[in-house]
């Protein structure tokens, strides 16, 4: 029998649901190639595009791993509202704007201090001491590996053993929400974020400053890649609080990017949020945001901008295959 007239029996037997999943992931996988393609005629570029793909999919999948991990072990959760209340959005939100207006103060206050490496170390060391606290059952081990690589870290000045670290920690916050949390909250946190992100960039231009203090540092707050090392004065991607709109600034000059680990970490929250409801569209939700993260990058190599907000255009995505999903069930 011919085979595409078997794929044809087969798909009117399976329901109206599946049937759309199956449609939905065929264009993704052709928004895939059509992306591929794209990254190959980019020039030298492609190859820090390349590295945000593989980055973003190495953390969904140790996301992926750590969330079947807590589901096998029936992990319990303590949440400080029910997991689907909006109380956890607003909690959230409130906690990450409040901690971001202290710590301008403080770092304008404390110019002389390396401050944000302070507190890189201190969140560094914890996080990773959350993480291996998982698989051990005695404290020593956790806190001795947890030092092991923050050492090594520091001694070695890697930058691909912080991204490494920052892959890690993305992934456990990633499982650890989706774990946790109902999907509403966290997807309502990412728009609020989104909207502040496009704000702190574009207006206030807080976000500016704030990237300032954490590039060339080593901190975990920022995720490097390309060829940041040619020229020290190039590695600021955010240098001035001018209007971004007015810098002269030529793109085909960039030879490196400086992301923010909040640009993996909150979009993989809502990711997983929507993985422990439907783990299909969860993934097709991941490559929706990675080509929207992409394309972000894509406009910052060939627009004429010092810096772009990532979650803007990661929150349109998953907002359409969001969409997608509530059509799906409710047919």
Avoid at 57 to 76: E, H, Q
Avoid at 82 to 98: D, G, L, M, Q, R
Avoid at 105 to 113: E, G, H, Q, R, T
Wanted: proline share 3%; charged share 10%; net charge positive.
């Amino acid at each position: 029998m011919n085979p595409e007239l078997i794929v044809i029996w087969q798909l009117k037997r399976i329901s109206p649901l599946n049937r759309m999943i199956l449609c939905v992931a065929r264009v993704l996988t052709r928004l895939i190639y059509i992306f591929f393609i794209l990254i190959l005629f980019m020039g030298p570029r492609n190859k820090i595009m390349l590295q945000v793909f593989l980055s973003y999919l190495l953390s969904f999948l140790i996301s992926v791993w750590l969330f079947l991990l807590l589901k096998a072990s029936n992990v319990t959760v303590e949440t400080i509202a029910p997991a689907n209340s909006i109380w956890n959005t607003v909690y959230f939100f409130v906690v990450i704007i409040v901690e971001t207006i202290i710590l301008i103060i403080l770092l304008k206050l404390f110019k002389k201090f390396n401050l944000m490496k302070g507190i890189d170390l201190f969140i560094s060391f914890f996080a990773l001491f959350g993480i291996f606290s998982i698989f051990f059952e005695y404290i020593i081990w956790p806190l001795f590996i947890s030092f092991l690589i923050i050492a090594i870290k520091e001694i070695t000045k890697s930058m691909w053993l912080k991204n490494a670290i920052v892959f890690l920690v993305v992934g456990f916050f990633g499982a650890y929400i989706g774990y946790s949390f109902g999907l509403f909250p966290v997807f309502l946190l990412l728009v609020l974020i989104a909207i502040y992100d496009y704000i702190a960039v574009f207006k206030t231009k807080h976000m500016v400053f704030l990237a300032n203090q954490v590039i060339d540092k080593n901190t975990l707050f920022v995720m490097d890649y390309g060829n940041i090392n040619t020229n020290k004065n190039a590695q600021k991607l955010t240098q001035e609080s001018k209007p971004i709109e007015n810098k002269n600034i030529d793109p085909s000059k960039r030879n490196h990017l400086h992301l923010g680990t909040g640009d993996f970490a909150l979009p993989l929250m809502t990711i997983m949020s929507l993985f422990a409801m439907n783990w299909i569209f969860g993934i097709i939700a991941f490559v929706a945001c990675l080509i929207s993260l992409e394309l972000t990058i894509y406009l910052l190599f060939t627009k004429k901008h010092l810096a772009l907000p990532a979650i803007p255009l990661q929150a349109i995505g998953f907002c359409i295959i969001l969409l997608i999903y509530y059509l799906c069930v409710s047919l």
